[in-house]
């Protein structure tokens, strides 16, 4: 039954690749549409930023997602839309019989979604989430489902990163101009799932119940000088208008030579009228030595807590770099680097959420099985090489500890299997014939991580606040090795099969009908 | 007086960053936010995708910018959201003098935007947009602004360039899944402006008046096998749903010794039946090879117009070397390479949506003039270097053409100049002393670019159709020198300055108040 709702055409049960609905059309004139069927979305590489590719990712996307499964209720518009599509002969492309089965699809019925919650951290060729439900149904979601999981995934990823580099210092995202259109909202909640401090984005930081976050810009300076004033003109006007939250923008005209001496000015105003500064912001030139001699100025002048942003097209590795410049030239101005480190805070754009380096994560959505006569036949595509091709059938992960408490192994297996420890768990390669083998007394814990998001209709998990979000991240951060954390060059996290999948891949690599049969 | 129009907060007139409201604010308490003000977008880099660097832009984006300046109502939702942030001391950061300014700003009252018409081609440093009115609204706008400019322009030249590789041949969108969320409906528009065939997005597509394209995945091939069929079968099925747009995906078990024969032998039967087929799509292995390969089977098979369709992460370059290698490889297996290469079409999905390489428009907003006294006086931000620096002062764009009507420089000047060749036309280089001069002669034609684009509060323009702009992009690209269309190290186009322009910048550069004063 099509809902009356008006949805733009670009926005709902249509903002899909066609393709789904071909395929759609096809299985349900041949009868097998409703043939339960498990596909599984999952990526195959960590992202390369260019020389430093990350060792894990964060998960995110998947409260957009079912937001989106919630609204993407097929409406008339839309069903007359696809109604107008012609083939090659002039024929219609969809005929009524599948119009009438789309109308049908709200709720995608009968589709279960299985997922590591939002927040996790995540490896490469684990589910980023398990589709189970009709043919014809399971597929019509794969577009929309990678594109709601891929980019929010990779952003939360490299935000993480920049954090990790800005040694815990206030990060937040100014990324909304460069970004791509409308992706911005999902890019800037992602940058606050991974870590980031806030994000000038301010429709979707009071959607998330946060605090948007910015000061002024260069315009602000220009604008009083052509006006005919001076710069110290603009902050006094600034240091009015927020007395409380005065930050100001030291590099319209000489960062040094006016844009410095004029904000002490302006503070020594502010703290004689009873107001305490905020900050600075440096915008260009060489960033740490600026912020040396910036520091060493204030305290001079006795702002020994104003705060140092900085910004300028920063990402992991020009944060890496200003703090490792600092640490060695701030010495010879007599600055103490620690202190000025702890007071630095950074805003992150376009390098940010256009993930440059790296600006797609590799996601895909495969078939893994599909159930016949009574059971899960496993899919295999077996064009593809051993290392990419998809470990099939029907599936659970797991995330393995190490007596510590961290993070050893994730582990597939077969959605039947309860792994166990006891008395010792066999972790398969997964391409390779090597094994591990681990003593019960070196596993602490064996922990389910997929959790069921969608189911009989509706979502199955409430919405995440951004702190339970952020919560989940840092502690699967914590349990992490250091050496998968590192920025460049990370240690391999082991992603295993059980030795049951194991078996199951190899017979059907093997089995030249590639079905299992 | 606010709409009470529902928008989400996400997408209404706080789609900004936070810092454009904190400056209203000050521009209002400071009784400066109504003075007339001027700004200019451009971008100052040609995007470069990675050892190929684009010679041109092509601009897109302005259409989606109209309609959301349209829908950007401030509502009593967003106000009251706005009311509730808070600065360092508990203190409400936005006052409701301000609230009730922004309240009226429903249609960006006073503000005229100039801009050359959507699709044109365009160059660094001239504007692709020129933003008059208020101050305070015009700042206002700056944000949405970019973000509705700069990634539709980044991906309308990246689709130009891609299709240029092609030699014509058809091009089609596939990149919504790993595009950047619910940003490919933008990227999908702005691919089809830079001239691509169509696009897999089915919402867009039906959006935009266009047929959306898009056939079947490996996953139905996969989906027959699972249930103990064949390959084979699922071709069947493929072309008893579609005999008259059949077009088959070789690749899922083996593509020479599986999906081309089995394609074959379906083609065979939709013949007998009176059906053409269509084509067949490759999307792995050594592409160029394999199309060779199922060109001389077609063809030996009696199916000499079936298209062959190549996909999987393809760029310009991607398919510049494709045809090279056709070139060079198909006679030794007797094929004649014109002709398999007059079948091709292409599938590019994440390196054009996600712009691999460049993933951003380095385009900015900066003040360019403010209304003083009796007359516009000019603003520059001095601490840039001389090629950085704004070009100051109210402008006009104009297009030379030279005697053969081939486009020579893009010309700026002041607002009230009009370039004339008669006798001579000069041309200054924008940061260095040298300058060209066009005698009469070598003079086809001067063509003002900029076009009023909104006045008095809405659209002075109408909403143009794909056609249109394609045709208008063609028309540009015809009148480009073959050398700024060069895939790789193309000629630099002029951008000039005309005397009178050329001369203030020099005196504000050398003038220490930096405002012309």
Redesign the interface.
């Known amino acids: 039954m099509p809902s009356p709702t008006p949805t ?5 049960i ?10 759609a ?3 349900l ?2 009868g ?1 549409h409703a ?1 339960p ?1 498990q ?1 599984e979305a999952f990526y195959r590489i960590n992202p390369d930023f260019g020389g430093h590719q990350a060792g894990y990712c964060v998960s995110a ?1 998947l409260d ?1 997602l079912l937001a989106w499964m919630e609204r993407a209720r097929p409406s008339r518009a ?1 069903l007359e ?2 109604a ?6 002039g ?1 219609r ?1 969809f005929d009524d019989a599948f119009l009438g089965w789309l109308g049908d699809q709200a709720g995608f019925p009968g589709v279960t979604v299985r997922a590591p919650a939002e927040g996790r951290v995540v490896h490469p060729h684990t589910p980023l989430a398990v589709v189970e439900g009709p ?1 014809a149904t399971v ?1 019509l979601l ?2 929309a489902l ?3 999981l ?3 995934t990779l952003i939360a990823t490299r935000a993480t990163r920049i954090k990790f580099a800005a040694r815990g210092a206030p990060v937040f995202d ?1 990324g ?12 800037s909640r992602a940058a606050l799932i991974g870590g980031l401090d806030g994000t ?8 998330l119940g946060e ?10 300076v ?2 009083f ?4 004033m ?1 710069e110290v003109d603009a902050f006094r ?2 240091a ?3 007395p ?2 005065c930050l100001l923008l030291l ?5 040094l030579g006016s844009g410095l001496p004029n904000a002490i000015t302006v503070f020594e105003e502010l703290r004689r009228a009873g107001h305490e500064p ?1 900050g600075v912001r440096l915008d ?2 060489d960033l740490a030595h600026l912020a040396i001699q910036v520091a060493r100025e204030l305290d001079r002048a006795g702002f020994t807590r104003v705060g140092i942003t900085l910004s300028n097209q920063l990402d992991e590795l020009t944060i890496w770099q200003i703090l490792q410049q600092i640490e060695l030239e701030a010495p010879r101005y007599g600055v103490d680097p620690g202190p000025l480190i702890a007071r630095l805070g950074y805003g992150v754009g ?1 390098r940010l959420l ?3 380096g790296a ?5 895909v ?3 893994v ?2 159930w ?1 006569d009574d059971g899960w ?8 090489s051993l290392a990419k091709a998809t470990t099939p059938g029907a599936k659970q992960l797991y995330r393995v500890y190490d007596a510590r408490g961290m993070a050893t192994a994730d582990l597939l297996t077969l959605v039947d299997e309860v792994p166990s420890a006891d008395p010792s768990l066999r972790l398969r390669h997964p391409t390779e014939r090597a094994h591990r083998t681990l003593p019960a007394s070196a596993v602490g814990g064996i922990e389910p991580l997929l959790e069921v998001a969608w189911r009989a209709g509706g979502r199955a998990v409430g919405s995440p606040d951004l702190a339970t979000l952020r919560a989940r991240r840092a502690a699967d951060e914590e349990r992490l090795d250091p050496g998968v954390r590192r920025l460049i060059n990370p240690h391999i996290y082991h992603v295993s099969l059980s030795e049951r999948l194991w078996q199951l891949k190899q017979e059907l690599l093997a089995d030249p ?5």
Do not use: W
Not at 14 to 23: G, I, K, N, V
Not at 84 to 89: D, P, Y
Not at 176 to 187: P, Q, S, T
């Open positions: 733009p055409l670009n926005e709902g249509l903002f899909t690749d066609l393709y789904e609905l071909t395929m059309q096809l299985y004139r041949e097998m043939t069927a596909f996307g957009d839309e839309a696809l107008t599509l012609k083939g090659s002969r024929q492309l043919l597929q794969e577009t990678l594109n709601h891929n980019y929010p100014f909304m101009r460069r970004g791509h259109a409308r992706g911005v909202n999902a890019g000038s984005n301010t429709g979707q930081a009071l959607a605090t948007p976050r910015g000061t002024h810009a260069h315009s602000m220009q604008a000088m052509a006006a005919g001076e006007a600034y009015r208008t927020f409380d939250d590099d319209t005209v000489d960062t905020r260009s030139g376009t256009t993930s440059h600006p797609s994560l590799d996601g959505y495969k078939l099985a599909l016949r036949a496993p899919a295999i595509k077996r064009s593809d009908d590639g079905n299992g049969a």
